[in-house]
């Protein structure tokens, strides 16, 4: 067995050689990098197009090393109708694409050949097969060792595409630029394109907006708070939508459950689910339309704010049954801005940032009663929260 292997070594290493010409291989281009080379070649036309569209041109000319395997023009000529054109339009999308076909560092045709797979710049891996020629994914390498200043191109025949995992059907849906953006600063990116499986409850752009702009930049600036609050958002496993609707709550990655309330429509805590059981080859997600908060501990100014918050509901609910609406939203109001004026110094983080975007929500209403819903919401919010807290000191 040990002289199959080596044989079937020797002979790919032969074809390697066979398919790399003298005028390319080697160090024929080393003056030039790898976009100069491409150009230079006259057979990457589309790709160096692509690379411009994509914005990676100044990545490409850095110093690297990179490895790139490169499709040719009649690579990208054999994309169906029409897939092409939309990649262009769609920066991100392609951005995805053309990272897939780079690996970090100078990987020559002879180490090529010794590899089962190799990670590419955009996270996922590809993976190699030598049993019949080289193969990279569902592409023939048809020259090698191409050499250039910064790395080195390997000649493809055939457009390889990155595997929809949970990472690349959010970027697809072009809804979730915020959250992509917020797992990059986490640093859950290569998790969540891991094999899982995951669900993810994904809040949208919009979602994120609903947060106070100056609590969103925190938390990108703060990777520890920011990944409680992502992995907040993901449950192990592949749940369905018809397996979600029958649970009463789920353990998130965070450690912590979330409540899942499936009488009116379906709600993740505070957030109502918008579409369900868009596919991942890792998992599923589940689009919600507000930021999931975990609950943390309640300190003794938050159990105050319980106190002031229960007042005002007591006083506010016979006013808006009354059908003084805008009595009702005056009193929240007065209640949420004194609770964060006066306790802001000590408030727990997520009690703040549930008021906050309670006011933020009752600005943007349309009316008072809208106004005093959208404070209640986050007074139920608050008062969730808390319940669950005492109830877990209660349970140690």
Same mark, same amino acid.
């Given at each position: 067995?040990?002289?199959?292997?080596?044989?079937?070594?020797?002979?790919?290493?032969?074809?390697?050689?066979?398919?790399?010409?003298?005028?390319?291989? &080697?160090?024929?281009?080393?003056?030039? #990098?790898? $976009?100069? +080379?491409? =150009?230079? !070649?006259?057979?990457?036309?589309?790709? %160096?197009?692509?690379?411009?569209?994509?914005?990676?041109?100044?990545?490409?000319?850095?110093?690297?090393?990179?490895?790139?395997?490169?499709?040719?023009?009649?690579?990208?000529?054999?994309?169906?109708?029409?897939?092409?054109?939309?990649?262009?339009?769609?920066?991100?999308?392609?951005?995805?694409?053309?990272?897939?076909?780079?690996?970090?560092?100078?990987?020559?045709?002879?180490?090529?050949?010794?590899?089962?797979?190799?990670?590419?710049?955009?996270?996922?891996?590809?993976?190699?097969?030598?049993?019949? &020629?080289?193969?990279?994914?569902?592409? #023939?390498? $048809?020259? +090698?060792? =191409?050499? !250039?200043?910064?790395?080195?191109?390997? %000649?493809?025949?055939?457009?390889?595409?990155?595997?929809?995992?949970?990472?690349?059907?959010?970027?697809?849906?072009?809804?979730?630029?915020?959250?992509?953006?917020?797992?990059?600063?986490?640093?859950?990116?290569?998790?969540?394109?891991?094999?899982?499986?995951?669900?993810?409850?994904?809040?949208?752009?919009?979602?994120?907006?609903?947060?106070?702009?100056?609590?969103?930049?925190?938390?990108?600036?703060?990777?520890?708070?920011?990944?409680?609050?992502?992995?907040?958002?993901?449950?192990?496993?592949?749940?369905?939508?018809?397996?979600?609707?029958?649970?009463?709550?789920?353990?998130?990655?965070?450690?912590?459950?979330?409540?899942?309330?499936?009488?009116?429509?379906?709600?993740?805590?505070?957030?109502?689910?918008?579409?369900?059981?868009?596919?991942?080859?890792?998992?599923?997600?589940?689009?919600?339309?507000?930021?999931?908060?975990?609950?943390?501990?309640?300190?003794?100014?938050?159990?105050?704010?319980?106190?002031?918050?229960?007042?005002?509901?007591?006083?506010?609910?016979?006013?808006?049954?009354?059908?003084?609406?805008?009595?009702?939203?005056?009193?929240?109001?007065?209640?949420?801005?004194?609770?964060?004026?006066?306790?802001?110094?000590?408030?727990?983080?997520?009690?703040?940032?549930?008021?906050?975007?309670?006011?933020?929500?009752?600005?943007?209403?349309?009316?008072?009663?809208?106004?005093?819903?959208?404070?209640?919401?986050?007074?139920?919010?608050?008062?969730?929260?808390?319940?669950?807290?005492?109830?877990?000191?209660?349970?140690?």
């Amino acid at each position: 067995m040990k002289m199959t292997n080596q044989l079937t070594g020797v002979m790919v290493c032969g074809m390697l050689a066979a398919i790399a010409t003298p005028a390319l291989a &080697g160090g024929a281009n080393d003056s030039k #990098n790898i $976009v100069q +080379t491409a =150009i230079a !070649a006259g057979q990457f036309k589309t790709l %160096v197009k692509a690379v411009e569209a994509a914005g990676l041109v100044d990545t490409l000319s850095s110093p690297g090393p990179f490895t790139v395997f490169a499709p040719t023009d009649e690579a990208f000529a054999r994309l169906p109708e029409g897939a092409l054109a939309s990649l262009l339009k769609n920066p991100d999308a392609l951005k995805s694409v053309l990272l897939y076909h780079v690996v970090p560092g100078k990987v020559m045709a002879a180490d090529v050949v010794k590899l089962k797979s190799a990670k590419t710049a955009l996270g996922q891996t590809v993976e190699i097969d030598t049993a019949k &020629g080289v193969r990279v994914e569902n592409a #023939n390498v $048809v020259k +090698t060792d =191409i050499g !250039a200043s910064n790395g080195v191109i390997h %000649v493809i025949d055939a457009v390889i595409l990155p595997k929809n995992d949970i990472i690349e059907v959010a970027r697809s849906a072009g809804s979730f630029k915020t959250l992509l953006t917020a797992i990059e600063a986490a640093g859950l990116t290569d998790t969540l394109r891991s094999a899982g499986p995951f669900t993810v409850f994904a809040p949208t752009d919009e979602a994120f907006a609903k947060l106070p702009k100056a609590t969103l930049e925190g938390l990108l600036k703060d990777k520890a708070k920011l990944s409680a609050i992502l992995t907040y958002h993901v449950v192990s496993g592949k749940v369905m939508a018809s397996d979600v609707v029958k649970l009463k709550e789920a353990k998130t990655v965070q450690g912590q459950s979330v409540r899942i309330d499936a009488t009116k429509g379906v709600m993740v805590d505070n957030a109502k689910v918008l579409k369900t059981d868009v596919a991942a080859t890792n998992g599923v997600i589940h689009v919600i339309d507000t930021v999931l908060l975990p609950p943390e501990k309640m300190g003794a100014a938050d159990v105050g704010v319980g106190s002031s918050i229960r007042l005002a509901i007591e006083r506010g609910v016979p006013l808006f049954n009354a059908g003084n609406a805008e009595a009702c939203a005056a009193v929240y109001e007065v209640t949420t801005a004194t609770v964060l004026d006066l306790a802001a110094g000590r408030l727990d983080s997520g009690v703040r940032m549930r008021l906050e975007r309670g006011m933020r929500d009752a600005r943007l209403a349309h009316s008072a009663s809208d106004r005093a819903w959208a404070l209640r919401h986050a007074f139920d919010d608050v008062l969730a929260s808390e319940g669950r807290m005492m109830g877990l000191a209660a349970s140690r």
